[in-house]
């Protein structure tokens, strides 16, 4: 076995990002007599995986060939036939597999099917760096809710926003284009209302060719402006504003539900397309975030970005909703009373913090870009 193909089929997989949710990122190569003979990718949701379109794009015989799969083989039909029919019916006599679909209507499922059709299965060959491709879609078939990245740009001093609020630019170019990247690979994003009074953000993917996350407002008290941005382009963004109203039923709101005169808001702002959930938590002041993400992840939210600012960034975290954080750390200060990322009232010992361990460091720019993940107790 050669690492060198593998290694390849996890390239082509990266090619599917923001294009496949809530789909895995799938590469698979075909390898006969010491040669490539055939590659191929999951490009789009709904489309061909890529299994087949690696022996689609075949022109040799793959008879005895070997292919190189990141992913255990589907053996069900969703919107694709089973690709164990097409591995099995071209003939290739060995299927190296990366990691393992942990899918209830795969797991293991794939493997049996081609083991028992007599091909040789190798299971996980690479499986970490196969693994590492799809943190999103491996946590959100197991868990059912939204794999969360926590972004935030900060100063030396801890600071996302000088004493005025002012936030644009705390970070560099390069680390606002691999944002940009983060939003097209994300099919949600998340902020609180406080970001969108101050900031009236569009929330869009700004990269030519890119796709626009869904965009999800936490607005205990539905104070989001009837003219924002978000509002106003609701009809071609989807957008999505989560309310805690204790008067009204939990789940969507519709147009038909709102009789009484101090709902004219909620009106207006479904007439102008936007999506409103109300899931008010216990006490009726705040946004259940638990529920809500076990509701987004049932209308295929798969992952979301979360560009929150420190209330929201501190509830996430409180009710363990955040999977990974991405840091860009410029090299400035700001100094004085300006806002935190995280905010609330703090832990009072060392010992009571919240821990991650640091996954990856590298610069953009000027910057650092920090990957951290939680310690699981």
Same mark, same amino acid.
């Given at each position: 076995m050669e690492e060198k193909y593998m290694r390849r089929a996890i390239e082509l997989a990266k090619l599917g990002i923001g294009k496949v949710n809530p789909n895995p990122l799938v590469g698979a190569v075909i390898v006969k007599d010491g040669k490539i003979i055939g590659e191929g990718w999951h490009e789009r949701y709904g489309e061909l995986h890529a299994e087949?379109?690696?022996?689609?794009?075949?022109?040799?015989?793959?008879?005895?060939a070997d292919i190189y799969v990141t992913l255990e083989p589907c053996c069900h039909t969703g919107k694709q036939p089973p690709c164990t029919e097409a591995i099995i019916e071209s003939g290739i006599k060995r299927v190296i597999i990366g990691s393992a679909d942990p899918n209830p209507v795969v797991n293991g499922g794939g493997v049996k099917i081609l083991r028992e059709a007599g091909i040789e299965v190798i299971e996980g060959f690479l499986k970490d760096e196969c693994d590492a491709i799809n943190p999103v879609f491996l946590h959100y078939i197991r868990k059912k809710n939204p794999y969360v990245l926590m972004k935030f740009a900060m100063t030396m001093?801890?600071?996302?926003?000088?004493?005025?609020?002012?936030?644009?630019?705390?970070?560099?170019?390069?680390?606002?284009?691999?944002?940009?990247?983060?939003?097209?690979?994300?099919? @949600?994003? =998340?902020?609180?209302? *406080?970001?969108? #009074?101050?900031?009236?953000?569009? &929330? $869009?993917?700004?990269?030519?060719?890119?796709?626009?996350?869904?965009?999800?407002?936490?607005?205990?008290?539905?104070?989001?402006?009837?003219?924002?941005?978000?509002?106003?382009?609701?009809?071609?963004?989807?957008?999505?504003?989560?309310?805690?109203?204790?008067?009204?039923k939990r789940g969507e709101i519709t147009i038909k539900e709102i009789v009484d005169e101090d709902r004219e808001k909620m009106r207006i702002l479904l007439n102008k397309g936007v999506k409103i959930l109300?899931?008010?938590?216990?006490?009726?002041?705040?946004?259940?975030?638990?529920?809500?993400?076990?509701?987004? @992840?049932? =209308?295929?939210?798969? *992952?979301?970005? #979360?560009?929150?600012?420190?209330? &929201? $960034?501190?509830?996430?975290?409180?009710?363990?909703?955040?999977?990974?954080?991405?840091?860009?750390?410029?090299?400035?200060v700001f100094g004085g009373q300006a806002k935190s990322p995280v905010e609330g009232i703090g832990v009072n010992e060392p010992s009571e913090a919240?821990?991650?361990?640091?996954?990856?460091?590298?610069?953009?720019?000027?910057?650092?870009?920090?990957t951290a993940v939680p310690i699981k107790a």
């Open positions: 087949r379109n690696a022996l689609k794009n075949t022109k040799e015989d793959v008879k005895g001093d801890g600071k996302i926003a000088a004493k005025t609020g002012a936030s644009r630019y705390v970070s560099g170019e390069e680390s606002r284009a691999e944002v940009q990247r983060l939003r097209n690979e994300y099919k @949600g994003i =998340m902020v609180g209302i *406080g970001t969108v #009074l101050v900031d009236d953000p569009m &929330l $869009n993917c700004r990269i030519e060719g890119g796709r626009n996350p869904i965009r999800i407002v936490c607005d205990s008290r539905l104070r989001i402006p009837e003219n924002s941005k978000l509002v106003n382009t609701a009809k071609d963004i989807e957008t999505i504003v989560i309310t805690a109203d204790p008067q009204k109300n899931y008010p938590s216990k006490e009726g002041k705040h946004v259940d975030l638990k529920e809500s993400m076990t509701v987004l @992840g049932k =209308m295929g939210i798969d *992952g979301i970005l #979360l560009e929150g600012g420190g209330t &929201l $960034n501190e509830s996430m975290l409180k009710d363990e909703l955040v999977q990974e954080m991405r840091i860009f750390l410029a090299p400035k919240q821990r991650f361990i640091w996954k990856d460091v590298k610069k953009t720019g000027d910057d650092l870009m920090i």
